[in-house]
C-alpha cells in the first residue's frame, strides 16, 4: 500500500434503525476506492447515494460497520478520540455550508489560528501562519481581523479552505464545497483548489452531486447509486464516455447555458429514465 495514501476496502456502513423493531438502514454495500498521494478522486452522486456517508466514514464520523479504511496501510476504521484527534493533521474536511462552518463569533486570524493553538505552535509562528494562509487563498492580509460576517459565501469558502489547511494535511475530504455558490464563484473555487493541489501536494476525496464540476479536478471518478460504486475509472473517460445509464443520466442532469442543447438533453436524460425504470423499478433515485 506504499503507493496508496487512502484504501477503502468493502466498506460497510449501517445506521441503527428509528423506531422499535426497525431493521438497520444500510448506507454503503461493500464500498472500495483508494486515493493516491497528491491526487483528486471525485465521489459523485444524487442525495442518498451513499457519498457524503462515505466521505464521513474516512473522517470517522460515521459508524463503519463492516471492511476497513487504511490510511498509509494503517487501519483507521474505529480509532479513539484521541488517536482521530492527532490524525486530523493528516485528514482535513472542507464543508458544504461556508456560512454555518466559521464560528461567527471569532475573527478569522482566531479561526485560523485554532488548531495551530491546540497543537501549542508558539503565536508569533502562528501568526505567520495565518497570513500565509490567507495569502494561499488569495485573501488580504487585514481579513486576520475581521469576522465572518463580512465575506461573501465564495471568500468564506475560501477561508475555510485556508484553516483545513493550517496543519499541512496530507488529504483533505471536501464535502460539496461549491454546491452553495453561484457558478463563476465555483469555477474561481475550483482554480484556487486546483492551485493549491499543485503546490501543495495534498490529495483530494471531492464529493459531489455535478459531475460537470468534478470533471476539471478529478484524476479519476467514483459514481455512486443506492451505497455502491456503479462506474470507476480515469476522471475524462468516466465524465467524457460513461458506460454505466445512471452516469449518462448524471451528465444530461448538468445545467448548460444553450436552451436548445438543453432541451436535447433532458429529452434524452428522459429516455434514459424512463429505459431505468424498467430495468430497475418504479423506486429509481431519479424519478
Known amino acids: 500500500m506504499t503507493d496508496r495514501l487512502l484504501d477503502v476496502e468493502n466498506l460497510v456502513v449501517e445506521y441503527p434503525g428509528r423506531g422499535f423493531g426497525k431493521k438497520p438502514f444500510r448506507a454503503l454495500h461493500g464500498v472500495t476506492l483508494d486515493i493516491r498521494p497528491g491526487e483528486c478522486v471525485g465521489l459523485v452522486g444524487e442525495s442518498g447515494s451513499g457519498k457524503t456517508t462515505l466521505g464521513r466514514a474516512v473522517l470517522g464520523l460515521a459508524p463503519v460497520t463492516g471492511g476497513a479504511v487504511h490510511y498509509l496501510g494503517r487501519d483507521i476504521s474505529h480509532l479513539s478520540r484521541k488517536d482521530r484527534r492527532a490524525l486530523s493533521d493528516d485528514i482535513q474536511v472542507v464543508f458544504q455550508d461556508p456560512y454555518s462552518s466559521l464560528d461567527p463569533a471569532m475573527t478569522i486570524g482566531q479561526i485560523l489560528a485554532e488548531p495551530l493553538t491546540v497543537r501549542q505552535i508558539p503565536k508569533v509562528r502562528a501568526a505567520r501562519r495565518v497570513h500565509e494562509l490567507l495569502d494561499m487563498v488569495r485573501l488580504p492580509a487585514d ?17 475555510a479552505i485556508a484553516r483545513s489547511l493550517a496543519l499541512g494535511p496530507r488529504l483533505i475530504v471536501c464535502d460539496e464545497p461549491v454546491s452553495a455558490l453561484d457558478l463563476s464563484t465555483q469555477a ?18 471531492f464529493v459531489s452531486h455535478d459531475l460537470s464540476v468534478v470533471r476539471h479536478l478529478s484524476h479519476r471518478v467514483a459514481v455512486m447509486y443506492r451505497g455502491e460504486i456503479v462506474e470507476w475509472g480515469d476522471g475524462d473517460e ?4 460513461p458506460e454505466h445509464p445512471y452516469t449518462q443520466r448524471l ?33 429509481d433515485a431519479l424519478a
Not at 486576520?144 to 471568500?155: D, M, T
Not at 468516466?238 to 464516455?241: A, D, F, I, K, M
Open 143 to 159: 481579513s486576520a481581523g475581521r469576522l465572518p460576517r463580512e465575506f461573501s459565501g465564495g471568500q468564506r469558502q475560501r477561508i
Open 251 to 283: 451528465l444530461l442532469a448538468a445545467a448548460v447555458p444553450d436552451p436548445v442543447l438543453q432541451e436535447r438533453r433532458r429529452t434524452e436524460r428522459q429516455r434514459l429514465l424512463k429505459s431505468g425504470r424498467q430495468q430497475s423499478g418504479p423506486t
Open 238 to 241: 468516466v465524465t467524457g464516455r
Open 188 to 205: 474561481r473555487v475550483l482554480a484556487l483548489l486546483q492551485e493549491i493541489q499543485e503546490t501543495t501536494g495534498v490529495a483530494y476525496l
